[in-house]
């Protein structure tokens, strides 16, 4: 699809003759199939393991990557390209000593993540600030300051859960939703051996280590019938300081995390064309026009679409072991009113990159704008205080 046929689908499902855009993308480990990958874990090394139905049987799915983990990584795609000048798009951005600069691309809750809140724009407390206000008070049916300022919050959802406003809150859901699952998933074991090339043996009462020191001693054993030297420090083993062999070992399929083989893995992402219709765009004076709205929401679609064609050139560099290969060349579909009613084509990243500048323009031609570049935020004074002491307290704790 060329990007002034991607422009003109866009319009059209954002003016309701669409449902949605999918792209469903089979994929196998790097390593060929029946290699092994490992998903992530979670509480007490638990994989994501969940039956689902597919094709009409129930199957063992493993997750793979979840919902957040793909906008997140959804988010480091664009991110790389605002940074490489390929994109032209707003991002808020602030430094702090020592760490590496916050954006509201990589901040876990988006516009209204706390590190923004605890910030400083055009010389206010962030949520005091003109626009603060305008974004604080923005919402799915009166959207034009996300536009303007953190499009990317239309796009992946966020939550103005500080705001203590209740049911009133600030709410907007995911228009882009994608995750990986492994299907027929088996689990797998994790060995674990060492070979010393020293040859270190398991001898006992000659290492000493001291708490908070790095390095640990040794001491003369003493002669028979002699009085054991009191340590200084206390006596470790060789495999506690990292010496000697590690008798090798097989974890507990089911409780311990080895891995898993699957038949194949699938990437679903949905466009829902359904919630970006919900958004309205109204101008200063609270005006707004049908083509002013299917303005502002084309520019939300190609900007997912963009997301989702870099994210597949991108790789799926998942894990540690835990990288995956398409099957075939990724395609989408544009599902219309049923799901009978489906159209595939193929997509890159160079059309959808030029069908959202198209969309940023026409929508600019409505006056609706968002504003291109780095949007600079200062730390407020406590916030600074508050993570230098904690970096303070970090490194006493890696000291002890």
């Given at each position: ?39 992530p874990t979670y509480a007490g090394g638990a994989y994501a393991f969940e039956d689902r139905i597919i094709g009409g049987a129930t199957v063992k799915t493993v997750l793979l990557d979840s919902v957040q983990s793909q906008a997140n990584r959804f988010e480091e795609v664009l991110l790389e390209a605002y940074r490489s000048g390929r994109l032209a798009m707003p991002v808020f951005e602030m430094t702090i000593p020592g ?302």
């Open positions: 699809m060329t990007a002034d046929e991607l422009i003109q689908t866009l319009i059209r499902g954002c003016r309701g003759e669409l449902t949605a855009i999918r792209s469903i993308t089979k994929l196998q480990p790097a390593g060929g199939p029946g290699d092994k990958v490992f998903p760490h590496d600069t916050i954006t509201s691309l990589t901040v876990p809750h988006r516009v209204h993540d706390a590190i923004l809140r605890d910030s400083i724009w055009d010389g206010k407390l962030f949520r005091e600030s003109e626009n603060g206000k305008r974004l604080v008070s923005a919402r799915a049916w009166n959207a034009t300051a996300f536009f303007e300022y953190a499009p990317t919050a239309l796009l992946f959802g966020t939550w103005d859960s500080q705001s203590g406003g209740g049911v009133n809150t600030a709410k907007i859901a995911r228009s882009l939703v994608s995750e990986i699952i492994a299907i027929d998933a088996v689990r797998g074991v994790r060995t674990s051996s060492r070979i010393d090339p020293l040859g270190i043996k398991l001898v006992r009462d000659v290492i000493t280590k001291t708490d908070g020191e790095e390095m640990w001693r040794f001491m003369e054993p003493q002669a028979d019938g002699k009085k054991a030297k009191k340590p200084e420090g206390k006596l470790v083993r060789p495999s506690e300081i990292n010496h000697g062999n590690v008798t090798p070992s097989i974890t507990n399929p089911e409780t311990g995390p080895g891995g898993v083989t699957f038949r194949e893995a699938v990437q679903t992402t949905v466009l829902s064309l359904t919630q970006i219709r919900k958004l309205r765009f109204p101008d200063a004076k609270g005006a707004t026009s049908a083509e002013r709205d299917v303005a502002g929401r084309a520019v939300i679609a190609a900007l997912g679409v963009l997301a989702v064609t870099l994210h597949q050139e991108d790789g799926y560099q998942l894990r540690s072991r835990c990288q995956l290969v398409p099957a075939e060349e990724p395609r989408f579909e544009l599902i219309g009113r049923t799901e009978q009613d489906r159209e595939g084509f193929e997509l890159d990243s160079a059309a959808a990159e030029v069908a959202l500048k198209q969309a940023v323009d026409a929508a600019g031609q409505s006056g609706l704008k968002w504003r291109p570049g780095r949007i600079e935020l200062e730390a407020r004074p406590d916030l600074l205080k508050l993570v230098a002491y904690s970096d303070r307290a970090m490194a006493g704790a890696e000291g002890e």
